[in-house]
Each structure stands twice: as C-alpha cells, then as structure tokens.
C-alpha cells in the first residue's frame, strides 16, 4: 500500500481521490482544526508522495489585496516538509499564477487541467505542479475521463469558496455532486459559508483521481525509460518529435500567455495567466 502524506488538507477532497485509486492517506495539520504547518515535522521516507492544495488567495489575480509574500511563506514550509520526508515525488495544486517551486533533488512539471476534462460538468481550471526524482512526468488520461461526446452536457458555473455568500447560491447538495462528493455530504453545525468554502476549496474528487492514476501509471514505467516529449503549453499531452503543441487550443494559449507578458512589461504590472 503506497502511504501518501496530505498537506494544508482542510475536508481534503484531493486526498479523498488518492484513497479512492488506492493510495493511503495521512491528512497533515491544517488552520481549520486549529494546527500551524509551522508545527509539523515529518518522518522522513515514511511516505512514497506529498500531495498539497496550499492557500491560493494569495496568488490569485481575483485577489486585490492579495499577500504574495504569505504565500511565498507556506510554499516554503511545503518545501520544508518534502525535503523532511525525502518522499519520491510531491504534487502541489494551486493558481496558474503561483511561482514555480524548486526543490533540490527534484523536477518539477507544471500542469493544466479542467474539471470538464475529467468527467465534471464544470470547466473550472486547477493547476498543478508534480516533482520527481528521476524526471518522469505523469500524462493524464484525459480520453478516459472525459464525458463521451455523444452524451448531451450542459456546463454548469464552477465551484468557488465564495458562493456560500450569495443570495443566489446553488443548493448544498448540487454543489458537492459538482466537486465529486455525494449529494447528503455535510459538515454538521458549520455556518453554511463556511461549508461552501470548505467544498469550493477543494480539487474535485474525479480530478484528483485523473492525477493520482497518472502517478501510478508513470511509476509504473522502467527506471530509465526514455521520457516521452510534452506539449509546451503545460497540458501534459504528449506530442511528436517535431511538434512544439499538441492541439491548435494548445497554440492559442500559449500566444495568449505571451500577450499577457507583453503587456505586463509596457506597463509594468505582475504577469498575469490568462484562462486557457
């Protein structure tokens, strides 16, 4: 059984679709239950990966007055953590807008993906990183999971922590089917915001199982085995030789991140990440 330690998990939705592909989680501290990563020291080489949804306020451009130092500061004590517990690979899933986390002895991957790529009637955008000792990447199967084309689909509006504080706010239970969960999940006596943030928060249930198969599948490769050539747009698709993108909506979201920097640099403003 391959034991995987959670971090910053909250009601941990990303770790709840570890265990559903096999994996055994070990939740970390988190600030709703009144524990300070600041506190956790890890047993090194206990776990085989560390999995992580760290606060994206902080990075988000929705955020006016978001504290890119704060969240500087808690990719830091994720980095601590790894580096404690030696594991063979860490995922951290957080804005496309976060720094790219380097921690020594791995490469890291950066990695785009949608809910509506992983069977979900909302196209909400997570982004992810994944480190890895020997340089394997994982390749979502996103065939496998995707909704058939044949099958007639309304999109819904994404989850976001913040509708639990709107008048025209989705039921409880429609919003959890939306993030993976089972329609009579409940949070007893939590203040129904809260309950809202907590699902909102969280990576999808079904997406968290498109990533965790792609680790099993990637570890499943020989050490050594030759790793296949990615698409530069971060989609993690794999592309021939000679191609730089995999699709021609790979090729636009990568002019329109270049638009993006451009105009950062005339006026001098952070970069923004475009929505692919």
Known sequence: MHLVLSLFPGIDLLGRGFEAE????????????????????????????????????????????????????????????????????????????????????????????????????????????????????????????????????????????????????????DFCELQGLPRDFDLPEWPIAFKYRAVGNGVPIPMARVIARAIVTSWRLPRGAQSPKLCACDCGRVVASRRVTATAACRKRIQRKKDALTRSRVTGTDTPTPRN
């Open 22 to 173: 096999g994996f055994a989680v070990v939740r970390g501290p988190d600030l709703i239950f009144g524990q300070r990563i600041e506190d956790f020291h890890a047993p090194q080489r206990a776990f085989v990966g560390v999995i992580a949804g760290s606060p994206c306020q902080n990075f988000s451009l929705a955020n006016r007055t978001r504290d890119k130092a704060e969240g500087n500061r808690l990719l830091a004590e994720f980095a601590r953590v790894v580096t404690e517990a030696n594991p063979d690979w860490w995922l951290l899933e957080n804005v496309p807008t976060v720094p790219t986390l380097t921690i020594p002895g791995y490469h890291t991957q950066r990695l785009d993906l949608r809910a509506s790529e992983c069977g979900l009637t909302q196209r909400r955008l997570r982004h992810f990183q994944y480190g890895t000792k020997d340089r394997r990447p994982i390749i979502p199967d996103r065939d496998r999971a995707a909704i058939p084309s044949d099958r007639p689909v309304t999109t819904k509006p994404c989850c976001l922590a913040s509708e639990g504080t709107k008048t025209t706010r989705r039921n409880f239970a």
